[in-house]
């Protein structure tokens, strides 16, 4: 016999397809849900809707938005451009409060054992925004791994020609970490990258 | 200014109060959300919105129940009554195929430090349920805690009188615990409850 009646089962079912959730937590949150005001569990699934229905990518730097240009490319300069893997790299740089530049969301990087090429990321509008002129710097953003090592490599060559200044993001021991600790890739990058004081 | 736009925020907002969901996760689910297809995100909402609609308690027991009478009670004898505080332990305890009896959801336990008194949880509906009849014996199987005790207690001496089996769960050291780990309550409790071989 089925253990849940079938609107939890369902909801169960829902829960468990996010990102780390098991059948355990899962039903928890079901539970959760059981447990809301009916206009609390209406605003959720409205949440949810809306999302799909509110959220496009900016025509510009393929965030997320919702218009069609975000609220970073209407009102910031567009002389410097860190170009990020993913949406939520923007969020992680935006809450430093440090970068005022624009960004560029590539919505992957190129990883030929996945099957992904350069032209499955968003690099040719990269191309078209730096030939529209004004850009003085490209950072790459992607991240310190293969897949965002090669992606760096391969945009930098593209940008370079142009007479664009390309950076990439410091890497080395991270703040507060013990040497004793630091993991060995890191330390090793962190005396190739080192600098004259 | 916002960091995230204003429909991915919400949705963020709304993962945020379910139970043990931080701000981070609660961006991975929204972010999963968004990439989800339009069908996937109607079909997540409406399993939110089925719940609160579909899901009631039954008027016998107080389990979740798509009906009015709930599927167990419906169909199995009611000789023997397991008491629960929620409807997750009637899950926790189907799941063993081992009880084949009828259940009693509390949704609560007796605990005066919290104000909940024994009119706030669902005992006199099973008072109710004895007087009608056919009732051999009731297992409490509330928590091992204070207010599960006490609970199991308390209607215990209710019960009793009326010339019913009243039992409880056992509890001791859990199998495949080294007794070297056992905590010292359950160890205790062991030797107290130690059977005749």
């Known amino acids: 016999?089925?253990?849940?009646?079938?609107?939890?089962?369902?909801?169960?079912?829902?829960?468990?397809?996010?990102?780390?959730?098991?059948?355990?937590?899962?039903?928890?949150?079901?539970?959760?849900?059981?447990?809301?005001?009916?206009?609390?569990?209406?605003?959720?699934?409205?949440?949810?809707?809306n999302v799909k229905k509110n959220v496009k990518y900016c025509k510009i730097c393929g965030n997320f938005s919702e218009n069609e240009v975000c609220d970073i490319c209407e009102r910031r300069s567009n002389s410097t451009i860190c170009v990020v893997k993913e949406p939520k790299d923007v969020i992680a740089i935006e809450k430093l409060n440090e970068f005022n530049g624009v960004y560029h969301v590539l919505h992957g990087t190129i990883s030929p054992l996945d099957g992904i090429g350069p032209n499955d990321i968003n690099v040719k509008s990269l191309l078209a925004r730096i030939s529209a002129g004004g850009v003085e710097e490209v950072i790459m953003a992607t991240n310190p791994d293969v897949e965002g090592e090669a992606t760096a490599m391969y945009i930098t060559n593209l940008v370079k020609p142009l007479g664009i200044k390309v950076t990439r993001l410091a890497h080395g021991i991270p703040i507060g970490t013990d040497i004793e600790y630091a993991d060995e890739v890191s330390l090793a990058r962190a005396f190739v990258d080192r600098k004259t004081l």
Do not use: W
């Open 1 to 49: 016999m089925k253990i849940y009646i079938e609107p939890i089962g369902k909801l169960i079912n829902e829960f468990s397809k996010l990102p780390g959730v098991g059948a355990k937590t899962a039903q928890r949150f079901a539970y959760k849900v059981v447990n809301m005001t009916n206009e609390e569990a209406n605003a959720f699934a409205d949440a949810i809707i």
